[in-house]
């Protein structure tokens, strides 16, 4: 068991309830922190290879798998670095299984029209460009994959609904979504799933952020939203982590361009054709 900014994980556990069948060739963005390095350690543990992708060095937080996990060192808002990669990535493991996008940053927080353009611009960048820049670079090693490929991304707060002070995630986040639904679409010849993941509120350094930004500048129903969450521990990463483990198990196979909440949807109890309903679990405009 180990512990990450106040919550508990436990690691190579059998406690999920969809593990993935067999053996993985996964690139993973942001797994040098928070959901990214968790989601990685316990793929990790599950014997599979993820070649971790992050702005800064993370060889020495993966000492345990000199096997398994490989590295690069990459902003993933730079399209040329991520590119090179893909060659690298390529020319050493000849396939991939699964991409995983998981960087992300909170970035520029306060009123919209008095907010830092270039600060709102880059968290953008980051965000939604990002995560397109990860699947473009990274979706054609699928070519030699033997199984169904899986794509994952991540939604958050202001994905669905509006979340004042936060535009600049909130508005990455929705592109991220439609992003998703639209390739969903696109690729569905390929036989790639592609979905986007709510993991909840869960206790990580955006929840610290916010804590730090103070009420003045986040506003005071998210401050104190944040330091209730603080004090209670904040939801189930357990959850989040089933979910993204059942996305990528052949369970899953099918369930394309959805957006489901880890804390609320009940993705492992229900029939599978309901989760492939075009209508179901997407950004729709509803009518009275």
């Known amino acids: 068991m180990r512990h990450y900014n106040g919550y508990r994980v436990i690691l190579g556990s059998t406690n999920h309830k ?34 971790g992708i992050a702005r800064s060095e993370q060889k020495n ?3 345990d798998f000199p096997d398994t996990f490989e590295t690069s060192m990459c902003d993933v808002s730079d399209w040329q670095e991520l590119e090179k990669i893909s060659h690298t990535i390529e020319s050493k493991w000849r396939y991939i299984d699964a991409i995983i996008a998981c960087a992300g940053i909170q970035g520029a927080i306060g009123r919209t029209l008095t907010i830092d ?4 611009r880059d968290t953008v960048n980051i965000n939604l460009i990002g995560t397109f820049n990860t699947i473009r670079a990274f979706n054609s090693l699928f070519k030699d994959s033997t ?6 991304c991540f939604s958050g707060g202001g994905g669905t609904k509006a979340r004042p002070q ?28 592609i979905n986007c993941v709510a993991p909840g509120a869960i206790n990580t350094r955006l929840t610290d952020e916010v804590i730090l930004k103070g009420p003045s500048l986040v506003g005071e129903k998210e401050y104190a939203a944040a330091i209730e969450q603080k004090r209670q521990g904040g939801q189930s990463i357990d959850k989040t982590m089933d979910l993204i483990l059942w996305l990528l198990s052949a369970k899953s196979d099918g369930v394309s361009g959805k957006i489901l909440s880890a804390q609320w949807d009940s993705w492992d109890s229900q029939n599978i054709e309901n989760l492939k309903n075009p209508e179901l679990y ?6 009275s």
């Open 282 to 287: 997407t950004l729709r405009r509803t009518t």
């Open 117 to 120: 353009p270039i600060q709102w």
């Open 18 to 51: 969809q593990p993935v069948s067999r053996k993985m060739k996964i690139v993973i963005t942001g797994s040098n922190t928070g959901i990214g390095r968790i989601l990685s350690e316990r793929i990790l543990h599950d014997g599979h290879h993820v070649w």
């Open 166 to 193: 936060f535009s600049a995630y909130g508005t990455s986040k929705t592109g991220i979504i439609r992003l998703v639904e639209t390739i969903a679409k696109e690729e569905a010849d390929r036989g790639i799933d």
């Open 147 to 152: 199984r169904r490929p899986k794509i994952i």
């Open 61 to 63: 937080k993966y000492l």
